[in-house]
């Protein structure tokens, strides 16, 4: 190999690794936000809800039949043995929707505990980078088997946390700024397909942004991989004080 070929080779080889990176952090970010079905099962009960009541104007049908369509989803995945943790926290927003707007008997209420949700989140998000945990490392970093390594191993990633969790924060306000005063302003079924118009885009948005920083971010230290290979050595070590006794 000549001189000339090394600076190549590196060249490949550094692209090879970043399109690994990029590849294990599409990977993660599905795995953590659900992906295509995580967001159908996310969209899916309150589009019916809004549906129901355009058409009828009777929020104990479109209530019945959001919560039910929201089990269904849980009960898909239980029958194909999938994770359901994005199912069931659909349910448990939707059950908790239907209590209010039952409870009320206003069926904007049925929005109003996932918009206190948003907001809430939204506030985490920058509360915790303000801290110095950024919320999206908390979350993404067992998906990365990073764990807690980031925050004092890998500044670089904890600045791309930081960066990601400000951005989900951020957008999850301007949604919030939107929908807040039109639950007080807009009738119902206004503010029901504005919602669900805002469902996605705010989310794909910040997914985007996430994966744009991580992507550039320095790999993450799998610290699962560290503990198997001091227990690997551990065990060398011990079998070698055997044989030497």
Not at 28 to 47: D, N, Q, S, W
């Amino acid at each position: 190999m000549t001189s000339l070929d090394k600076p190549t080779e590196d060249a490949q080889r550094d692209a090879q690794d970043a399109q690994d990176s990029r590849a294990v952090t599409e990977a993660a970010l599905f795995e953590a936000f659900g992906g295509l079905r995580g967001m159908i099962e996310t969209v899916l009960p309150g589009l019916l809800f809004v549906t129901i009541f355009t058409i009828n104007k009777d929020l104990h049908s479109a209530a019945i039949a959001a919560l039910g369509v929201s089990i269904l989803l849980v009960v898909v995945r239980l029958v194909m043995k999938d994770t359901v943790k994005h199912a069931f926290s659909g349910v448990f927003g939707v059950a908790f929707g239907v209590v209010f707007a039952m409870m009320t008997g206003n069926a904007k209420d049925f929005y109003l505990p996932g918009m206190l949700y948003t907001l809430g989140l939204a506030l985490a998000y920058i509360v915790t980078t303000l801290a110095g945990v950024p919320l999206i490392g908390l979350i993404l970093g067992p998906v990365f088997k990073e764990n807690l390594s980031w925050r004092t191993r890998n500044p670089g990633r904890k600045k791309a946390y930081a960066k990601a969790s400000y951005a989900w924060g951020l957008i999850l306000l301007a949604k919030c700024a939107i929908l807040f005063p039109l639950y007080w302003w807009a009738d119902t079924t206004q503010f029901g397909w504005v919602l669900i118009a805002l469902k996605i885009p705010p989310f794909l948005l910040a997914v985007w942004l996430t994966w744009v920083f991580l992507a550039k971010a320095p790999p993450p230290i799998d610290v699962f991989a560290e503990m198997e290979a001091e227990e690997k050595a551990e065990k060398e070590r011990r079998a070698a004080a055997r044989s030497a006794d």
